[in-house]
T-cell receptor, first 116, second 115 residues
């Protein structure tokens, strides 16, 4: 079975400081990993993904994420937070290479608040 | 741009009613998903489909069914709505893995209230 854990329900960061939102995963095969952001009363927007290759992935709005296979983690990062980054963030995993298993599993979400 | 459209933003239904939530995508995606989102629980997968007329149960299928008669349309059905099905429902679609670009695209969500 595949699963995702987001250990922090809430993260508060001062504007201009670096931010990190944590995610760990469990799959039996190769992980395909994703980050999504949700603004109030909206659907989810895709931020970035790791499929293969470079462990540091860059995405939308200046966000990046680092894949760490040994720690089974995929933490979301940004060097300098903006107030507009305040939103709900979801990590998701898919078991890549397991043909026939197209299931996409999400974590419980982390609410990021950037303090002016 | 990929577009996933859910037929309603807000719905209010009575207990015991049969409820249909409709979702349409315009990107020729094979996979379509229905999730429900509840505070503190994140997104939980109800059902997904990887082809027309094909469906697979997700993590919480009880009380729900689905229909996929055409590739672009995926319907979620609450056979007899109950108050514990009050939630935000999100539809998503994606390519099947061998076609690449594996990220899912989401609709705007339907907030369903059962009274």
């Amino acid at each position: 079975a595949q699963s995702v854990a987001q250990p922090e329900d809430q993260v508060n960061v001062a504007e201009g400081n670096p931010l990190t939102v944590k995610c760990t995963y469990s799959v039996s095969g190769n992980p395909y990993l994703f980050w999504y952001v949700q603004y109030p009363n909206r659907g989810l927007q895709f931020l970035l993904k790791y499929i293969t290759g470079d462990n540091l992935v860059k995405g939308s709005y200046g966000f990046e994420a680092e894949f760490n296979k040994s720690q089974t983690s995929f933490h979301l990062k940004k060097p300098s937070a903006l107030v507009s980054d305040s939103a709900l963030y979801f990590c998701a995993v898919r078991d890549g290479g397991d043909f026939g298993n197209e299931k996409l599993t999400f974590g419980t979400g982390t609410r990021l608040t950037i303090i002016p | 741009d990929v577009k996933v459209t859910q037929s309603s933003r807000y719905l209010v239904k009575r207990t015991g009613e049969k409820v249909f939530l409709e979702c349409v995508q315009d990107m020729d995606h094979e996979n379509m998903f229905w999730y429900r989102q509840d505070p503190g629980l994140g997104l939980r997968l109800i059902y997904f489909s990887y082809d027309v007329k094909m469906k697979e149960k997700g993590d919480i299928p009880e009380g729900y069914s689905v229909s996929r008669e055409k590739k672009e349309r995926f319907s979620l059905i609450l056979e007899s709505a109950s108050t514990n099905q009050t939630s935000m429902y999100l539809c998503a679609s994606s390519f099947i893995e061998y076609r690449g670009n594996t990220e899912a695209f989401f609709g705007q969500g339907t907030r369903l209230t059962v009274v």
